[in-house]
């Protein structure tokens, strides 16, 4: 068999090789200028001064320009493109920081920053022109003037006039926000009252949502303070900005009044369609007039329109996200055995598969903590959350309004979460417990608390030394690692029998928590809580409420929630900002919890006031430690981020302080992916031969041939490297069929379908079997559009010999066979003399055998004669 088999090769190697590959479907991408979003809703504002919450801000930044942005290396892999630290042009063309004060600011400036702002961008209304400096300082003066309950004024106010907040007891106080921002025919300035403010903070500050720009006369229009654009209504008079100041609802978010209606006019990349709250569905559309111009730099296409769903079902979300009616999709951690294919063999990050289709980054590291709040003193009015009345004293059917203010009780509820199963079962793993606001990513944090390394044992211990933690950058220390809560429902009961002199054990209590609609990882932590409290005294109640988001914020306004879960998302990576809203009085959620202690207030601003690093770290070091003694919040998570999308989108990268994707760096293509199946053809034949490749092509979305599409013709010597050596245009069949001949050795060749068409017209003679220049069409392609995705066809590998080499190696397996059968010989004839011996010894057996025999017979017939 072996012998023709040999001759077989032989045969075949003397002939031409043809490899038909089969046909491919060339896959259609799904509204190739549309991307859908289907995540969980959503928005509460489209006023960038109101704005405070990430669903909104993800609609802002898209709609609004601010003076700078973050800036992107697109050198990087998407994970880490988007930075932090750095920043690019956007309305401003170019700045100075930190500039002595100018001549004309206020005596009690310490600094001034200048920035150039841009000639010539539109509004998304023409009918107000451009963007004019005065905008500008109108944007920055209404953001100040409206100063709502709960939003992101203070941290504007804070390095300009070093408060947290208007105040109108101070009658100069509308001269200051005045002079806080200036304008000329060309520049902005800001004048900071604030020493040392870090520049950093400030210009990350102004590169987010909330310092976004409008007309002003836009803006006054529509129910807003009316600025320097119409001094006849004395806008600089604490008479006319108070009538401004923290309204029930934003005039943007309400127009015209008492409708709802959600307007803008701002100068980014796309305009505001549609936001319908009812249905959960906003969109936006291209912005033709962008200044930056379409495709963005960089980029090799855009996005027309985006279209937000929010859908809460997780199940509804995922048949989209399957089926590819939406292209980005949010995936609850809970789910994700759902979606990573090879679960079950616990892959790393880098060992996932996902369905055909399906891209995940996952990994992502976030500047996101979720915690656990207190109400220290609730509104009791119309408030449905706390029970029955009376609310001024304890008892089984409700709570007061000081029900939290008693530290035993915070420390009982914080004993009573199973952090470790929580993470285990909702996070499956990619989460961590911090021990305070300073989560890992800030500044300091390894000096704080023991990152990313064990749990101290117990965690609310503070051991005696060395500590595992590293020395200041002066050499002193090291600092005991702040310590943390964990899962005790015996230390809880204990807490819950201490509160109020036991009182509260014999009363119990009930209450309700709320969670925003679809957030399951909020939900499951609020059940899991009112588990646990729950099994500890039969007259321990809690009630666990959904509600959407927008409704949520208002209650946290409203000062109505009890005991409430919410997450926060760094507006800059420095501890202050996290300092400041977990404790500082007058900060975010502590205000709101009605939390505040002088010393604590005192600790946070000499925080931000300090350049000494040594100094700095041991103050949010006692902040920590403090934390840990009263118990505002308990954090609850810091978990890994991932992003899905299908793979047919181009361009998202991260930014960890982003509120959600810039759709401006987007669009939808194809890239070319290494091939990761394995070789299905191989080909070997003689030096000087060709080798035919032929495929064929389809839409199927129509269900015709996919012809006039380039496919590049690639070569490679390691199945690695590839290198376009031609070009070939599907003919009317969408077929392609050409002869290559190889070079000597081992070489690699496949075809890649482009999914873009060739430039018309092509005659006939130039389809299917001509290879043409690939350098020629790997230029269009820059400048062209996609029609339909890549596609791969499996590698040949294809080894070419010269006819010494084919011969041996054909006649190879005959000498083989001679050669066995030569052994085999000799093997047979040693047999045969082995059995001959054994022959000629067994005869002489038989024969002493038989004499023996007779010998026998004759001796028992001689016996039987005798008797």
Not at 463 to 468: A, F, I, T, V
Not at 516 to 538: H, Y
Request: negative net charge; aromatic residues 14%.
């Amino acid at each position: 068999m072996k012998r023709a088999v040999g001759l077989l090769v032989l045969l075949v190697l003397m002939l031409p090789a043809q490899v038909s590959i089969q046909n491919v479907a060339a896959q259609e991408i799904p509204r190739p200028k549309d991307l859908v979003v289907a995540s969980i809703w959503g928005p509460e504002t489209v006023d960038p001064a109101w704005c405070y919450d990430t669903a909104s801000a993800e609609v802002i930044q898209n709609i609004y320009d601010t003076l700078i942005r973050f800036a992107v290396n697109r050198s990087l892999p998407p994970e880490k493109q988007g930075l932090t630290d750095k920043f690019e042009p956007c309305l401003a063309t170019e700045w100075v920081i930190a500039a002595p004060p100018h001549p004309d600011a206020p005596p009690y400036t310490n600094s001034t920053y200048y920035f150039k702002i841009r000639e010539g961008v539109k509004w998304h209304d023409s009918k107000y022109g451009t963007v004019k400096p005065s905008d500008v300082e109108y944007s920055f003066e209404r953001w100040m003037v409206l100063d709502r309950s709960g939003g992101p004024t203070w941290m504007i106010y804070e390095p300009l006039l070093e408060a947290h907040g208007a105040d109108w007891s101070d009658p100069e106080w509308p001269e200051k926000i005045d002079h806080a921002v200036e304008s000329n025919a060309t520049h902005v300035w800001f004048n900071l009252k604030a020493p040392n403010y870090p520049p950093m903070i400030f210009m990350q500050i102004l590169a987010q949502s909330w310092a976004s720009v409008m007309p002003n006369e836009w803006a006054y229009e529509h129910g807003c303070w009316p600025g320097e654009a119409h001094p006849e209504e004395n806008p600089y008079t604490n008479e006319t900005m108070t009538k401004y100041y923290d309204p029930e609802v934003s005039p943007l978010d309400d127009w015209p009044p008492g409708t709802g209606g959600r307007i803008e006019c701002g100068s980014g990349p796309y305009k505001l369609a549609v936001l319908d709250s009812i249905e959960h569905i906003w969109k936006i559309e291209r912005f033709p007039d962008y200044w930056k111009g379409w495709p963005a730099p960089g980029c090799e296409g855009y996005l027309e329109t985006v279209t937000f769903y929010g859908i809460d079902e997780w199940g509804t979300r995922k048949t989209m996200f399957l089926a590819g009616d939406a292209d980005f999709c949010y995936v609850p951690r809970a789910h994700l055995p759902e979606l990573v294919t090879n679960w079950e063999e616990k892959p790393s990050w880098e060992e996932e598969e996902y369905p055909a289709g399906i891209r995940c980054f996952p990994g992502l590291p976030t500047l996101i903590e979720s915690n656990l709040f207190f109400n220290f003193k609730i509104e009791t009015a119309g408030n449905k959350y706390i029970g029955d009345p009376p609310y001024d004293e304890l008892h089984e059917s409700g709570i007061p309004s000081w029900f939290f203010s008693d530290v035993n009780v915070r420390k009982a509820f914080a004993y009573a979460f199973d952090y470790d199963t929580y993470i285990k079962d909702v996070f499956l793993g990619e989460a961590k417990q911090p021990a305070t606001p300073h989560v890992e990513g800030l500044a300091y944090d390894k000096y704080i608390w023991d990152v990313g390394k064990s749990d101290l044992n117990p965690p609310d211990t503070v051991l005696p030394p060395p500590y595992d933690q590293p020395l200041l950058p002066n050499g002193s220390g090291p600092l005991p690692p702040v310590p943390k809560y964990y899962h005790d429902l015996e230390k809880a009961e204990n807490y819950f029998k201490a509160a109020y002199d036991g009182e509260l054990w014999e009363k119990g209590f009930t209450f309700s928590i709320l969670y925003n609609t679809g957030n399951e990882a909020r939900e499951t932590a609020a059940r899991m809580l009112k588990e646990a409290v729950e099994s500890l005294n039969p007259k321990f109640h809690i009630n666990v409420i959904e509600v959407d988001w927008p409704t949520y914020l208002n209650e946290l306004v409203a000062k109505r929630l009890t005991l409430f879960i919410i997450g926060w998302l760094a507006d800059y990576p420095d501890p202050h900002n996290w300092y400041y809203p977990y404790m500082y009085s007058e900060g975010t959620f502590a205000y709101f919890q009605s939390y505040g202690d002088p010393e604590v207030d005192e600790l946070v601003l000499q925080g931000v006031r300090e350049t000494d690093d040594n100094k700095r770290i041991e103050i949010y070091w006692k902040l920590g430690n403090k934390y840990f003694e009263d118990v505002p919040s308990v954090p609850l998570y810091q978990d890994a981020g991932r992003h899905w999308e299908r793979t047919w989108v181009a361009g998202w990268y991260y930014n960890p302080i982003y509120p959600g994707p810039y759709f401006y760096h987007l669009w939808k293509g194809w890239y070319t992916p290494t091939p990761t199946a394995p070789l299905k053809i191989k080909a070997s034949i003689l030096h000087g031969s060709s080798i035919r490749l032929s495929s064929e092509f389809f839409n199927p979305a129509t269900k015709k041939p996919a012809s006039g599409f380039i496919v590049f013709v690639q070569k490679s010597l390691d199945n690695k490297t590839w290198t376009n050596v031609g070009a070939l245009i599907t003919d009317k069949d969408g077929r392609v069929d050409i002869s290559i001949t190889p070079p000597l050795g081992t070489t690699y060749y496949r075809l890649n379908f482009t999914g873009y068409k060739a430039p018309t017209p092509v005659s006939d003679e130039l389809t299917g079997t001509v290879l043409l220049n690939a350098k020629y069409y790997e230029k269009w392609i820059e400048k062209a559009q996609r029609n339909l995705l890549s596609q791969i066809v499996s590698p040949v590998k294809v080894e070419t010999k010269i006819l010494e080499d084919i011969l041996s190696s054909a006649l190879s397996p005959i000498r083989e066979d001679v050669d066995a059968l030569s052994d085999k010989v000799t093997s047979l004839t040693s047999e045969v003399e082995k059995l001959q011996g054994t022959i000629s010894s067994q005869s002489n057996m038989l024969y002493a055998s038989i004499g023996i025999a007779i010998i026998a017979i004759i001796i028992a017939l001689v016996a039987i004669v005798k008797k």
